[in-house]
Each structure stands twice: as structure tokens, then as C-alpha cells.
């Protein structure tokens, strides 16, 4: 059992440069979210879904797209990426027990 | 708005010593609340969880009560071990926005030998 899987691990790119991060579940979960991990910040949510072709804003959505195509998959895409991105980025899955998280995008935008 | 507020580390303990970690949420609904824990270059893990006033979450000597009264749901660990040494994130999931999780900042724990 796979559980969340993130690519790609480590990420570096330009400033203005585009880029999606992959996100996988195989457990089903209708649930799936987009977290950014900043030093001293916890995590913040980006962008969070219930379902398939269902999506919603987080806390800090601008400069980030998402959609759901299937309930599997969840990507995550920067069309424009800029310094301030430079984050660790966590994809969720949840169930009733609570979120399953996979283990990371270490992203750094020059 | 929810925010959650947990105490600021990091907290450096003794092998065996009694660990605490304060938290404290604000909220305007009835929310769960959750620790979580990251080890070094790890995703986050859910070491436990409390979905109502009075509920005690416990996973692996750790626990937290949920005070509804208090607003906090403070982790606590008669004695911690050295690979208790992580991150402890403190969260709360209430119904908007979609029951997405709400994080403190992580309070980071070193154990010495």
C-alpha cells in the first residue's frame, strides 16, 4: 500500500518558470489538499478538494492551480513561479481517522 | 477566524523526563483538534486526535485532553525517549473551510541521553 505519493522529490527552478508537482493517493479518499511548509509558520493550506472535479482556495491560493480530474490524483501547478515559493510543499489525503500526508517537494525558485 | 497557538521551542529534555507542549486554539465552531509529528525529512505523521469537549486522544504514551473550557488540548508524555525528538504540530479541523486542517507553528523537541 502506497499510501500519498509526492513528485518530484527536490525541485529547483527559475524565476518564472512553471511547473506541476504530483500528487498521488491509492486509498480511495475522496478528500485531498496542498499544504506549504515555511520555517516558523507551520503549515498553511493552498488548495483543497472534496471529490473528484471539486475544488476550493485555501489560505494562500494566488500563484497556484489545481484540479481533480480523478480521485486518485491531485497535481499541483505554479504557473509563474516566483522566489517567494520557495517552500516545502505536502500533499494530504484524508480519511475519517484523520490526514495521511505524503513526504514532500522540497521546491526552490532562483 | 480559527488559529491555533502552541508554544514556541525548541524544548530540549533529558531521556525520561516529563515532556509538555502547550496548545491552544481559537475557534468559532466545534472543531477537532490533532497533534502531529514530523521527524527529520519526513512528511507529517497523526500521533493522535480528540473530536469533542472532554475526549482524550493517546498514541504511543502521549496524550491530550480536549478543554473546551481552557481552549487548549495541551500533548503530554510521562517519559519521553530520544527518538521522541521531532517537530509536534498542533492543529484543529473545524467545518470551513472544508474541514481542512488549521496548524499551529510546531514546537521542535530534542531528548538527550
Known amino acids: 500500500n502506497a499510501g500519498v505519493t509526492q513528485t518530484p522529490k527536490f525541485q529547483v527552478l527559475k524565476t518564472g518558470q512553471s511547473m506541476t508537482l504530483q500528487c498521488a493517493q491509492d486509498?480511495?479518499?475522496?478528500?485531498m489538499s496542498w499544504y506549504r511548509q515555511d520555517p516558523g509558520m507551520g503549515l498553511r493550506l493552498i488548495h483543497y478538494?472534496?471529490?473528484?472535479?471539486?475544488?476550493d482556495q485555501g489560505e494562500v491560493p494566488n500563484g497556484y492551480n489545481v484540479s481533480r480530474s480523478t480521485t486518485e490524483d491531485f497535481p499541483l501547478r505554479l504557473l509563474s513561479a516566483a522566489p517567494s515559493q520557495t517552500s516545502v510543499y505536502f500533499c494530504?489525503?484524508?480519511?475519517?481517522?484523520?490526514?495521511?500526508f505524503g513526504p514532500g517537494t522540497r521546491l526552490t525558485v532562483l | 477566524g480559527n488559529s491555533v497557538t502552541q508554544m514556541e521551542g525548541p524544548v530540549t529534555l533529558s531521556e525520561e523526563a516529563f515532556l509538555t507542549i502547550n496548545c491552544t486554539y481559537t475557534a468559532t465552531g466545534y472543531p477537532s483538534l490533532f497533534w502531529y509529528v514530523q521527524y527529520p525529512g519526513e512528511g507529517l505523521q497523526l500521533l493522535l486526535k480528540a473530536t469533542k469537549a472532554d475526549d482524550k486522544g493517546s498514541n504511543k504514551g502521549f496524550e491530550a485532553t480536549y478543554r473546551k473550557e481552557t481552549t487548549s488540548f495541551h500533548l503530554e508524555k510521562g517519559s519521553v525517549q530520544v527518538s521522541d525528538s521531532a517537530v509536534y504540530f498542533c492543529a484543529l479541523s473545524d467545518r470551513k473551510p472544508g474541514y481542512a486542517l488549521n496548524f499551529g507553528k510546531g514546537t521542535s523537541l530534542l531528548v538527550t541521553p
Open positions: 478538494s472534496v471529490g473528484a472535479g471539486i475544488t
Open positions: 486509498m480511495n479518499h475522496e478528500y
Open positions: 494530504a489525503s484524508r480519511a475519517g481517522t484523520g490526514e495521511y
